[in-house]
């Protein structure tokens, strides 16, 4: 394990400890940290005042899930276009 994890890592850690259910001592050791830095870095997440609530992470995945239905959408016209372009060829 590096050094100074990225905040993602932090993130996920912290994540997993707090809502898989497992002991933190398993998810420290599956996260190759150890169980006090994991502790320290729950306790640090908790004092946050600027933390993503759960709110705003369900609003950012709508946004996230918007933006992919849009381009499945185009990508779909696309190919109908290039269906009937090509069965009309054939004929």
Same mark, same amino acid.
């Given at each position: 394990m590096a050094s100074n994890p @990225?905040?993602? /890592? #932090? +993130?996920? +850690?912290? #994540?997993? %400890?707090? @809502?898989?259910?497992?002991? #933190?001592?398993?998810? %420290?050791?599956? /996260? $190759? =940290? $150890?169980? *006090? @830095?994991? *502790? #320290?870095? =729950?306790?640090?997440d908790r004092r946050n005042p600027e933390k993503p609530t759960a709110q705003s992470d369900l609003e950012r995945e709508v946004a996230e899930l918007r933006k992919e239905n849009r381009l499945l959408r185009e990508e779909r016209e696309v190919l109908k276009k290039a269906t009937q372009f090509f069965a009309e060829r054939s004929k």
């Open positions: @990225t905040l993602e /890592f #932090r +993130a996920e +850690a912290v #994540r997993v %400890a707090l @809502t898989s259910g497992l002991p #933190r001592k398993q998810v %420290a050791a599956d /996260f $190759g =940290i $150890g169980f *006090s @830095t994991l *502790s #320290r870095w =729950i306790q640090q």
